[in-house]
């Protein structure tokens, strides 16, 4: 950029300090296309593993963090951390972004992953956005409703028959030797992207108690490592206590925490509405429940009735989240919060996604020429 002196006009390409005139320099002012916006990408540079490719992003993260009307009555401030408003609506973008940065940097051309919701098609959406090509891994009995998604960003689904629980595992080992990039549930790079929510509510607000919907555990992980990393470097005073919130119907690391386990062990027959939660044999699992028993945070798994309800409640203050999302706000009344305690709510992913299992509404008729009796 070049200097310019703002009395005279004399323009400079070296770096000089005054114009020969005696007057001030100054550097050009700016034309182009700038560049702005400063994402949570930017602001917390220094901690991504992999540099985020920024012209590729859609814009995830950086979601609102609102304030609940629910809180009142419990005397608690509780504040709903919305990630419903990301690009595929729900929080699996950020990983998915800081992933696939890494996958494009390494020069892979193929990238997929095991899962039938939220993440499948947040994968195919960032593949196709990455110029990178998706394979989609499903399991036999997924619905044809939640593959479209996927189909619609541009991802080839693969259903495959056989034990699922083995899919994640074989998929890894495959996908190293055939050269295609797996960002499961759990990848180190999807991990780190999800530290993003933690450091946004520390930007926000410093909780007493944050609630983690949990079903591989990478979120978990992510939030953790992220509150972690702010208070080790002198960013944050206190660590919150982080609840890992369960689905009773599917809760292996619930079970196992109460149960003094040291390993995960296979929930049998799980059985709840909150699909996106419902992972029986969760990999992060075991790392999950180190970090309970390290910092003294907590498990709790709430039923499908007490999901229903919290999703219900949630609605009826303008947010529509899916079964899975509503478990944080579900556990407030298992949980014993102080009087006037911080607590922040991860709504992951957006109701409309699971508009089949949502309840009817009543619909009025009215013939138009009776329309007034019918509004009175
Ligand atoms: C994936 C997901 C979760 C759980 O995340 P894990 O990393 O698997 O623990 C919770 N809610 C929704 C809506 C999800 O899509």
């Known amino acids: 950029m070049k200097l310019i002196c703002p009395l005279c006009g004399r323009t400079y390409d070296g770096p000089v300090q005054r114009c020969e005139c005696g007057g001030p320099v100054e550097f050009e002012r700016f034309r182009g296309e700038p560049y702005i916006g400063r994402s949570v990408w930017e602001r917390f540079w220094d901690f991504w593993p992999v540099e985020p490719e920024l012209e590729l992003s859609l814009g995830e993260g950086d979601t609102p963090l609102v304030r609940s009307k629910l809180g009142k009555e419990l005397g608690i401030r509780l504040y709903l951390k919305n990630e419903t408003v990301?690009?595929?609506?729900?929080?699996?973008?950020?990983?998915?972004?800081?992933?696939?940065?890494?996958?494009?940097?390494a020069g892979h051309k193929t990238v997929g992953t095991v899962s039938t919701g939220n993440m499948a098609a947040s994968v195919a959406a960032y593949a196709s956005r990455f110029g990178l090509k998706s394979k989609i891994l499903v399991s036999e009995n997924a619905s044809n409703?939640?593959?479209?998604?996927?189909?619609?960003?541009?991802?080839?689904?693969?259903?495959?028959?056989?034990?699922?629980?083995?899919?994640?595992?074989?998929?890894?080992?495959?996908?190293?030797?055939?050269g295609i990039y797996f960002i499961n549930s759990d990848n180190p790079f999807r991990v780190e992207g999800y530290k993003g929510i933690a450091f946004e509510i520390a930007e926000g607000a410093s909780p007493d108690?944050?609630?983690?919907?949990?079903s591989s555990g990478g979120l978990f992980r992510g939030i953790a490592k992220g509150f972690l990393e702010l208070h080790e470097n002198g960013l944050m005073d206190e660590l919150p206590?982080?609840?890992?919130?369960q689905a009773e119907?599917?809760?292996?690391?619930?079970?196992?925490?109460?149960?003094?386990?040291?390993?995960?062990e296979r929930f049998e027959n799980p059985k709840t509405i909150a699909k996106a939660?419902?992972?029986?044999?969760?990999?992060?699992?075991?790392?999950?429940?180190r970090l309970l028993r390290e910092f003294n945070w907590k498990?709790?798994?709430?039923?499908?009735?007490?999901?229903?309800?919290?999703?219900?409640?949630?609605?009826?203050?303008?947010l529509f989240v899916q079964p899975a999302s509503a478990t944080g706000v579900a556990a407030l009344k298992r949980l014993e919060i102080p009087e006037g305690a911080?607590?922040?709510?991860?709504?992951?992913?957006?109701?409309?996604?699971?508009?089949?299992?949502a309840p009817e509404g009543e619909v009025g008729e009215c013939p138009l020429e009776e329309l007034e009796r019918c509004l009175r």
């Open 86 to 105: 990301n690009p595929t609506w729900s929080f699996k973008d950020r990983g998915t972004f800081l992933a696939m940065s890494h996958a494009l940097k």
């Open 145 to 178: 409703e939640k593959l479209k998604a996927v189909s619609v960003y541009g991802g080839e689904v693969v259903r495959v028959s056989g034990d699922y629980g083995r899919l994640y595992f074989e998929s890894l080992e495959l996908g190293e030797r055939l």
């Open 209 to 214: 108690y944050v609630l983690v919907p949990t």
């Open 241 to 245: 206590t982080l609840v890992a919130v």
């Open 249 to 264: 119907g599917c809760s292996p690391i619930c079970r196992a925490f109460r149960e003094g386990k040291s390993r995960v």
């Open 277 to 289: 939660i419902a992972n029986p044999y969760p990999p992060s699992g075991d790392a999950v429940l």
């Open 299 to 318: 498990c709790v798994s709430v039923s499908d009735g007490e999901v229903v309800e919290a999703q219900r409640r949630l609605a009826n203050e303008g």
């Open 342 to 357: 911080k607590v922040v709510s991860i709504l992951t992913g957006s109701g409309l996604k699971t508009l089949k299992g």
